[in-house]
């Protein structure tokens, strides 16, 4: 006869152990931490990472570099204000002096000749003037003076061109500008025979039409020098003169001519 041995103890002992472990499983009870084994608490004393300073990394972080960034202008163009010179010509330079076939300057009126029949031009010590006002000449606000060359001499001369005339003071000395040669009034002039005479015309404009321009001032009379002579000589006849060179009273015709 076989002996059944209870098995309700045993049962009870493992229900028991399912019982503990679910128990610490699900309250947390420190079970394990009150009884640890030496491992464990060597694990749980050493701590999670060591200690001291952070060990350096694999690699140091590269700096970052910045590329510098032109910096641009727009300037608008100016011109230079020193310009480049222009280089100075080279060459040799030749000066041409005059020589006896190179053509003679025109000959004026008031230059010392000879006509081509060999008569001298009048010279001023064979020479008389005489002046006086033309009656019913001149326009309004000017007066025609008739200047008469008398042929003083023992022989011919000749005379051409615009007489040379200007007012004088008391000392003779010029006064205001010279007559300019009134070209309307032109004439080829002539041979002039002793005791015989040629005439010119001078026209002379009143001072005060200038006003103040003017700057008026009493003239003794006239510096004339006949065209080709070496001399003028003076002529008393009292005038109003315009002491200012500036202004253009007087003007004069050539020898002969009529106006």
Same mark, same amino acid.
């Given at each position: 006869?076989?002996?059944?041995?209870?098995?309700?103890?045993?049962? &009870?002992?493992?229900?028991?152990? +399912?019982?503990?472990?679910?128990?610490?499983?699900?309250?947390?009870?420190?079970?394990?931490?009150?009884?640890?084994?030496?491992?464990?608490?060597?694990?749980?004393?050493?701590?999670?990472?060591?200690?001291?300073?952070?060990?350096?990394?694999?690699?140091?972080?590269?700096?970052?570099?910045?590329?510098?960034?032109?910096?641009?202008?727009?300037?608008?163009?100016?011109?230079?204000?020193?310009?480049?010179?222009?280089?100075?010509?080279?060459?040799?330079?030749?000066?041409?002096?005059?020589? #006896?076939?190179?053509?003679?300057? &025109?000959?004026?009126?008031?230059?010392?000749?000879?006509?081509? !029949?060999?008569?001298?031009?009048?010279?001023?010590?064979?020479?008389?003037?005489?002046?006086?006002?033309?009656?019913?000449?001149? &326009? !309004?606000?000017?007066?025609?003076?008739?200047?008469?060359?008398?042929?003083?001499?023992?022989?011919?001369?000749?005379?051409?061109?615009?007489?040379?005339?200007?007012?004088?003071?008391?000392?003779?000395?010029?006064?205001?500008? &010279?007559? !300019?040669?009134?070209?309307?009034?032109?004439?080829?002039?002539?041979?002039?025979?002793?005791?015989?005479?040629?005439?010119?015309?001078?026209?002379?404009?009143?001072?005060?039409?200038?006003?103040?321009?003017?700057?008026?001032?009493? !003239?003794?009379?006239?510096?004339?020098?006949?065209?080709?002579?070496?001399?003028?000589?003076?002529?008393?006849?009292?005038?109003?003169?315009?002491?200012?060179? #500036?202004?253009?009273?007087?003007? +004069?015709?050539?020898?002969?001519?009529?106006?």
């Amino acid at each position: 006869m076989k002996i059944r041995t209870p098995l309700l103890p045993l049962a &009870a002992l493992g229900l028991l152990t +399912v019982l503990t472990a679910c128990g610490s499983a699900t309250t947390g009870t420190t079970t394990a931490e009150s009884t640890p084994s030496s491992s464990s608490v060597a694990a749980t004393s050493a701590p999670s990472s060591p200690t001291g300073s952070p060990a350096p990394t694999s690699a140091s972080p590269s700096p970052s570099v910045t590329a510098p960034q032109p910096t641009v202008q727009e300037v608008e163009p100016h011109p230079s204000v020193s310009a480049t010179p222009e280089p100075a010509p080279t060459g040799t330079v030749v000066t041409v002096e005059p020589t #006896a076939s190179a053509p003679a300057p &025109a000959v004026t009126g008031r230059q010392l000749a000879s006509s081509a !029949a060999g008569v001298a031009v009048c010279n001023y010590d064979q020479l008389y003037i005489e002046a006086a006002v033309a009656e019913g000449g001149g &326009a !309004a606000g000017s007066r025609y003076i008739t200047l008469t060359f008398n042929n003083t001499g023992s022989t011919n001369c000749t005379m051409s061109g615009y007489p040379a005339v200007h007012y004088v003071n008391a000392a003779g000395q010029q006064v205001g500008a &010279a007559a !300019a040669n009134a070209t309307e009034w032109s004439s080829s002039g002539g041979v002039i025979t002793p005791g015989s005479s040629l005439t010119a015309t001078l026209r002379e404009t009143r001072a005060q039409l200038y006003g103040d321009t003017c700057q008026s001032v009493s !003239a003794a009379g006239y510096s004339i020098q006949a065209p080709g002579s070496s001399q003028a000589l003076v002529l008393n006849f009292a005038a109003e003169a315009c002491s200012n060179p #500036a202004v253009a009273q007087l003007s +004069v015709g050539a020898v002969g001519a009529t106006p």
